[in-house]
């Protein structure tokens, strides 16, 4: 059995979304790798190393501050 990287979500054995690795036979998957949706891995075993990403900063992100403009004054109507 090979690995394989997953490139996009399909279904198999199990829902497989993309950066899961896949365990299977070459004959089993093979039109998924013609299709784009697998990759090989390589020989290491490991996920490769995401380029695409943004660095992080290390700061959480920022909160909303205050209620939104549509929020109601009061709880109830004057009437109940």
Do not use: C, F, I, W
Request: no cysteine.
């Amino acid at each position: 059995m090979a690995v394989y990287l997953v490139k996009r979500q399909h279904l198999g054995d199990r829902m497989y979304l993309p950066g899961d690795t896949r365990q299977a036979g070459e004959s089993e998957v093979a039109h998924l790798v013609k299709a784009g949706v697998l990759r090989k891995a390589p020989a290491g075993g490991g996920k490769p190393a995401e380029t695409g990403k943004p660095a992080e900063t290390g700061k959480p992100p920022k909160a909303e501050s205050g209620a939104p403009s549509n929020k109601a004054e009061t709880g109830a109507p004057k009437n109940k």
